[in-house]
Nanobody
C-alpha cells in the first residue's frame, strides 16, 4: 500500500496562489491514479481534481476549473496541485488520494490510500 504525505498548505489572501505537494512512498508510484479532495468545516469531503496513470487524463470540479492544475512527477513519486486565484470558499483541508489505475473512474471517490491532509485558508 502506498503512503501519502501532503505539504504546502497555509494562509493566503484571496487572489493568491499556493502549490500543494503529495509525496508517495511505500511502493512504486507506477500504475496509480491520483486525486485531490477537500473538506471544509462541517461539510462532506468533495472531489477537487484527479489525474490518471500515466498522466494523460485529468478531470476538475467545476468550482476549480481554470484556477487549479494537477500534475505528477512519476520519477519522483509526487503529485502537485497548483492553486491560483484562490477564493475564501477554497478554504478546506486538502487530501491527496491514490488508487490502482483502471479500478474505477478517476472521479469515483473510492480511493484506497489517503494522506493526512493539509490546511488551506484563504482570507478575504
Amino acid at each position: 500500500q502506498v503512503q501519502l504525505v501532503e505539504s504546502g498548505g497555509g494562509l493566503v489572501q484571496a487572489g493568491g496562489s499556493l502549490r500543494l505537494s503529495c509525496a508517495a512512498s511505500g511502493r512504486t508510484f507506477s500504475g496509480y491514479d491520483m486525486a485531490w479532495f477537500r473538506q471544509a468545516p462541517d461539510k462532506a469531503r468533495d472531489f477537487v481534481t484527479a489525474l490518471n496513470w500515466p498522466g494523460d487524463g485529468t478531470y476538475y470540479a467545476d468550482s476549480v476549473k481554470g484556477r487549479f492544475t494537477i500534475s505528477r512527477d512519476n520519477a519522483n513519486n509526487a503529485v502537485y496541485l497548483q492553486m491560483n486565484n484562490l477564493k475564501p470558499e477554497d478554504t478546506a483541508v486538502y487530501y491527496c488520494a491514490a488508487r490502482h489505475s483502471g479500478k474505477y473512474s478517476i472521479t469515483d471517490p473510492r480511493y484506497d490510500a489517503w494522506g493526512q491532509g493539509t490546511q488551506v485558508t484563504v482570507s478575504s
